[in-house]
């Protein structure tokens, strides 16, 4: 498994004090409100572009496509919504709040932090092939350009 996040040890989530923990969410919050707007971006590029696309590419696969970005548009929402439930449980832990074992939420944030590397890696291979699809029609209308002009 390739590590979300450069740190000082494997250990790290069990290891690091709570407001270490707190900055690492932190940064997991932002890293994750970006990959929602990538993948609504991807979602826009091929509903701007779905009759292009139609003409290189099955109607089926792109239906199919579209699914895969709805599936990880969810995802990344309910991701979303893991982090600010940790952050509001560490902001307790900090404040000496949280009624529940500390121990057991460290292990649920390196799950969170599993969940959120395999989104990534999913959201990267739709981004690939969305833009792989764009590429083909912004190519092939360069070519009927150029040649309509000369």
């Known amino acids: 498994m390739k590590n979300y996040r450069i740190k000082p040890t494997a250990n790290y989530i069990k290891e690091a004090n709570w407001d270490e923990l707190y900055i690492l969410i932190e940064h997991w919050k932002n890293d994750i409100a970006f990959y929602l707007f990538d993948i609504k971006f991807l979602e826009t590029l091929i509903e701007s572009h779905f009759s292009e696309l139609?003409?290189?590419e099955n109607l089926d696969e792109l239906r199919e496509l579209q699914l895969e970005i709805f599936e990880l548009k969810n995802q990344c929402e309910y991701i979303q919504q893991r982090i600010q439930l940790n952050l509001d449980n560490i902001v307790k832990i900090i404040d000496k709040t949280y009624k529940h074992n500390t121990a057991e939420f460290r292990?649920?944030?390196e799950q969170l932090e599993d969940d959120i590397i395999s989104l990534i890696n999913n959201e990267r291979e739709v981004k690939n092939v969305v833009f792989r699809m764009i590429k083909e029609i912004l190519e092939n209308e360069k070519s009927k350009?150029?040649?309509m002009f000369n």
Do not use: R
Request: aromatic letters at 22%; proline letters at 0%.
């Open 145 to 147: 350009k150029t040649w």
């Open 107 to 109: 292990i649920e944030n």
């Open 54 to 56: 139609l003409e290189y």
